[in-house]
Nanobody, 115 residues
Framework: QVQFVESGGGLVQPGGSLRLSCAASGTIFSIYAMGWYRQAPGKQRELVAAITSGGSTNYAESVKGRFTISRDNAKNTVYLRMNSLKPEDTAVYYC?????????WGQGTLVTVSS
């Protein structure tokens, strides 16, 4: 069974940085394109960034130039480096396959950007 375990969230001041990690198990990780998604209070879940098995990336307009997605297939892990964080980045962040998500979601990791 597929499992995703996200970590690295926390409280950070505006302009700060965080690096999120997502460890995947129970699947052949290297063949999947992966995405980071987020859900803010009262809003729908949205795609933040995605990376193909070959390393091509794409980003939501709201995070372009600030966030960087990467992956380590040997470790079955995908990362999200977040710089210049803004209060509107506050959300629970999840990883999953992309573009079609798998039914199982992890618990997510909470990112709070506040002074």
């Amino acid at each position: 069974q597929v499992q995703f375990v996200e970590s690295g969230g926390g409280l950070v001041q505006p302009g700060g940085s965080l690096r999120l990690s997502c460890a995947a198990s129970g699947t052949i990780f290297s063949i999947y394109a992966m995405g980071w998604y987020r859900q803010a209070p009262g809003k729908q879940r949205e795609l933040v960034a995605a990376i193909t098995s070959g390393g091509s990336t794409n980003y939501a307009e709201s995070v372009k130039g600030r966030f960087t997605i990467s992956r380590d297939n040997a470790k079955n892990t995908v990362y999200l480096r977040m710089n210049s964080l803004k209060p509107e980045d506050t959300a629970v962040y999840y990883c999953n396959a992309w573009p079609g998500t798998l039914e199982v979601w992890g618990q997510g990791t909470l990112v709070t950007v506040s002074s």
